[in-house]
Nanobody, 120 residues
Framework: QVQLVESGGGLVQAGGSLRLSCAPS???????MAWYRQAPGNQRELVAC???????NYADSAKGRFTISRDNAKNTVYLQMNSLKPEDTAVYYC???????????????WGQGTQVTVSS
């Protein structure tokens, strides 16, 4: 069973930066890789995604501040988050799929989630 292993969450002050990383535990083909987040009382939402060919898609709240990238050789996806705001506080989930899922729902594999807390 494939597991996605995440790292990089934590506590940061507003205006600071964090980088999240995620990779599958086994060797599998992955096309779609993404980061979602869920704040208390809110639904899980797409933050950014990247496809095998390198095409990316960002939520409006992430544009200009966050950058998603991937290392295909390592099957690893990264989310560089700059200029963080308190409203970015949430549990961030890595997501991956061999195909192209419905973006609002996410793909087949999910990470366990990593907490990002931005203090004001």
């Amino acid at each position: 069973q494939v597991q996605l292993v995440e790292s990089g969450g934590g506590l940061v002050q507003a205006g600071g930066s964090l980088r999240l990383s995620c990779a599958p535990s086994g060797s599998i083909y992955i096309n779609y890789m993404a980061w979602y987040r869920q704040a208390p009382g809110n639904q899980r939402e797409l933050v950014a995604c990247i496809f095998g060919g390198g095409r990316t898609n960002y939520a409006d709240s992430a544009k200009g501040r966050f950058t998603i990238s991937r290392d295909n050789a390592k099957n690893t996806v990264y989310l560089q988050m700059n200029s963080l705001k308190p409203e970015d506080t949430a549990v961030y989930y890595c997501n991956a799929d061999p195909t192209m899922p419905v973006l609002s729902l996410g793909g087949r594999y999910w990470g366990q989630g990593t907490q990002v807390t931005v203090s004001s």
